[in-house]
């Protein structure tokens, strides 16, 4: 058994245990199975419960965030676009960049792929290129 300052008590009787586990507040929980004698340990069973729940939320958020542009953007939102896409990277997000044809746009496709080029070269330094589609114009940078 390990009590709450995580001093390793050795056997201690399971009715010794729930005794000090009840004297202190906490809660005796069994933490593994053994084979001869399964560890227990007082601490308090709700914190543990919030921790491990916080735990699975952390490791399941996502990490492809997606930034959709036009041709025609301008200078002030394309480089608001490479900040977000910067920070995003440093965190350790991947960033896919996704350039929106309507219309007439469509007579203007070269200017989407130099645009595509433009951020995928703004970026080289905080991450590497993943995937680069310049027929559906879509990059895809992931961190360096």
């Known amino acids: 058994m ?14 010794e245990a729930l005794e000090l586990a009840q004297s ?13 004698a399964p560890v227990a340990k007082i601490l308090n069973y709700g914190k543990l419960q ?5 735990r699975q939320g952390q490791s399941a958020r996502p990490t492809v965030k997606e930034v959709r542009l036009r041709p025609n953007v301008g200078v002030a939102d394309y480089n608001l676009r ?7 990277l440093n965190k350790g997000d991947s960033v896919k ?18 645009l595509l080029e433009r951020i995928v070269t703004a970026l080289s ?9 310049k027929r559906s114009l879509i990059a895809q940078v992931i961190p360096a």
């Open 2 to 15: 390990i009590d709450h300052e995580n001093n390793n008590r050795g056997l201690i009787d399971t009715r």
């Open 125 to 133: 330094q905080v991450g590497k290129v993943q995937s680069l589609d």
């Open 50 to 54: 919030y921790q491990k729940k916080k």
């Open 97 to 114: 960049f996704v350039i929106r044809l309507r219309g007439r746009e469509h007579q203007y496709r070269e200017q989407a792929g130099e």
């Open 24 to 36: 202190i507040e906490l809660d005796l929980v069994v933490v593994s199975e053994g084979k001869e």
């Open 82 to 88: 490479i900040e977000q896409a910067v920070k995003w």
